[in-house]
């Protein structure tokens, strides 16, 4: 038998071997999810897609796009595929699901709360069940409305700013003393400290540098594959979780039995009342203050990474930052930013907004199916998770033209598609710290664009999108005053 005879012969046996592995696998997920549906007796179909295989689903196929540096594959591949319904079935983090990629199926199913519930895969072990992400119905809305009274409305941003406003011109002036900088730890350092003084009225300590270590643990389990062994990234996060409760609760306690009080989001939830006058639980508390930080730590921390990195690579654009802020300047004069100072920074919403549109610091969100679901002609079963992909609207040249150029001024057009922009999520579930995290980033560009100038030392660095996008060289930059 000849070499050319035996390769055939192996092509011959792998090629039969890989389609009775990938048949098998189609039949275990056809009996594990699908057969129990009985389409066949009720008429009705799921998008089109692929399950892959029981529990481990299309997980490899997200892990590579997202390693590989290229996200948008993933949604871009089931289109390629699948063509463009905008709707497809898949199984992501161990659950059978849903994805949708269009703009007007997000907002159905983001704002539908009578038909999607909170979903997660493993939520009430990885965020507790009495957070507001986890709670439903009159119990969710009136904890959203206490976290967004202490954190988001005007007041609570009024008590904030004093604070953010001494810690950004003490970090930046660090910075620039320093000379050369790690733009990553430096934004996560000066966000997580904001974060304890306003949350906890805690300074930079060792015991502070102690609570973001295991929020940097927690975080990095948050989407990770819900396995809870020893050494996986989620049974670290459900551990480094149980300490940060410890911790806290020793905070309320101290605080109850000093009787001292406090100007911050904690005193604010500890004095909150319920119309029958009953005050949160302490597990509420707990619960509610371990992810409103995180939600606060994540978003603005990669958001001031980022816009940093952008404005470096386009002088155009920090060139309108500088003469918007020195317009302001020349108005105040040496008095503290006001609220009324930050809404007015037109030109940094844009660029604060084309930053969030193409970082998306969160890629999509999970909601779970309450009852089932016909929309567009397909079965959205329940019990089964949607996943609304949020970066696909931002990243498709029908909603933003160009999409992967940063261009701030794109949100001047008349015709911008502002439906298609949801960087914090939709609906009541939208993140109740947006506004928080918006004014630390204005604030943030208000004092960077005045004194200082800064360079990056590697602008074509490759980024790690998993958990969050970063660089993977952490953004060394040169960064001085003028």
């Known amino acids: 038998m000849t070499s050319y005879s ?11 071997a890989t389609v009775l592995l990938l048949c098998t696998r189609d039949l275990f997920s056809y009996w594990l999810y699908v057969r129990p549906l009985k389409l066949d007796v009720t008429g009705s179909k799921l998008p089109p897609g692929s399950l892959g295989w029981p529990f481990f689903g299309e997980m490899r196929d997200f892990l590579k796009c997202f390693k590989n540096q290229k996200p948008d594959l993933f949604a871009q591949d089931r289109v390629a595929r699948y063509g463009k319904a905008g709707l497809y079935t898949t199984s992501m983090f161990g659950v059978p699901s849903i994805m949708a990629t269009k703009t007007d199926t997000l907002r159905f199913l983001l704002k539908r709360d009578d038909l999607f519930g909170p979903g997660w895969p493993s939520l009430s072990k990885i965020m507790g069940p009495h957070s507001v992400v986890s709670v439903t119905g009159e119990l969710h809305k009136s904890l959203r409305r206490y976290l967004f009274d202490a954190i988001s409305s005007p007041h609570g941003m009024r008590l904030a700013m004093p604070h953010l406003d001494a810690s950004m011109r003490s970090n930046l002036k660090q910075w620039a ?4 900088i790690n733009i990553r730890e430096c934004t996560r350092n000066l966000t997580f400290y904001n974060i304890a003084d306003n949350f906890l009225s805690m300074k930079s300590s060792p015991e502070v540098d102690a609570i973001q270590r295991d929020y940097g643990i927690y975080m990095n389990g948050i989407r990770a594959i819900p396995v809870y062994l020893p050494g996986t990234a989620h049974y670290m996060a459900i551990n480094s979780r149980r300490r940060l409760l410890g911790r806290f609760q020793e905070i309320i306690n101290t605080r109850r039995t000093a009787e001292v009080h ?6 604010s939830l500890m004095d909150a009342r319920s119309a029958d006058g009953e005050p949160l639980t302490d597990e509420q508390l707990t619960d509610n203050l371990v992810s409103l930080m995180l939600a606060g730590y994540e978003s603005s921390a990669y958001s001031m990474m980022w816009v940093l990195i952008l404005v470096a690579k386009h002088p155009e654009c920090l060139a309108k930052l500088r003469a918007e802020h020195k317009h302001i300047k020349e108005r105040i004069g040496e008095s503290q930013l006001s609220l009324e100072d930050t809404n007015s920074m ?25 009852e089932d679901v016909t929309y567009k002609g ?38 911008v598609n502002h439906e298609a922009f949801n960087p914090f999520g939709g ?12 004014l630390q980033v204005s604030m943030f560009l208000h004092h960077l664009s005045l004194g200082y100038r800064w360079e990056l ?26």
């Not at 030109?347 to 907004?353: F, L, P, Q, R």
């Open 346 to 370: 037109k030109y940094t919403h844009k660029v604060i907004d084309e930053t969030l549109r193409l970082v998306n610091v969160a890629p999509m969100v999970f909601r779970t199916v309450l």
């Open 378 to 415: 397909y079965l959205i079963p329940k019990g089964w998770k949607v996943m609304p992909w949020l970066r696909a609207p931002h990243m498709d040249p029908e909603c933003f033209p160009e999409p992967e150029r940063f261009n701030p001024d794109r949100w001047d057009a008349k015709d």
């Open 427 to 438: 609906g009541s579930r939208t993140c109740v710290g947006n506004q928080f995290a918006r």
């Open 262 to 267: 406090h100007n911050d989001f904690l005193q």
């Open 177 to 180: 003393d320093q000379g050369t």
């Open 457 to 482: 030392l590697n602008p074509d660095a490759e980024v790690d999108h998993l958990p969050h996008p970063r660089p993977v060289d952490g953004g060394p930059m040169i960064f001085n005053t003028l």
């Open 6 to 16: 035996v390769a055939i012969a192996v092509s011959a046996v792998l090629g039969a």
